[in-house]
């Protein structure tokens, strides 16, 4: 129950994250909206299933804290000419939740980060979309983690 739960807390993040881009929301009414509104609750015939809330709010606080890092950071492992400004808002929140994990919470596998994440795309994106941000956080692992992929 506990990896379905980190799981719903890393769509809501993502999500979440999507929300402040496009409506300008701050962190603070952002995590309240998704606390009292979303996370376990139906809405509009879509049923959200329950999240770890400290694991949410974790992520969603800490793309925003270091947000200017993580940008960096994708943006040098995107292809040339393809600035994360350039991305879709969604695809760019969930390439920033996954920089957060893979750069600040070293006590998660990145191999698990990277397939939740490229989960997480697959319920919004087609393949060649979910296959980018496959591509771009494997390369930021093997860059920031290159010890989990040495064997």
Do not use: H
């Amino acid at each position: 129950m506990a990896a379905e739960n980190r799981s719903a807390a890393r769509l809501a993040a993502a999500q979440a994250l999507y929300q402040m881009e496009v409506t300008g929301k701050g962190l603070n009414d952002i995590l309240a909206e998704f606390e009292s509104w979303w996370i376990g609750r139906e809405v509009e015939g879509d049923q959200y299933k329950p999240a770890e809330i400290s694991f949410f709010r974790s992520i969603v606080a800490g793309v925003v804290e270091s947000q200017t890092q993580i940008d960096r950071a994708v943006d040098r492992t995107l292809a040339e000419g393809w600035p994360l400004r350039r991305i879709e808002a969604l695809m760019r929140a969930i390439l920033r939740a996954g920089a957060f994990e893979l750069l600040r919470r070293s006590d998660i596998p990145a191999r698990v980060a990277i397939k939740e994440y490229v989960d997480v795309a697959g319920a919004f994106f087609d393949r060649d979309e979910v296959g980018m941000i496959n591509a771009v956080l494997d390369a930021l692992a093997r860059k920031c983690r290159a010890e989990e992929f040495s064997a």
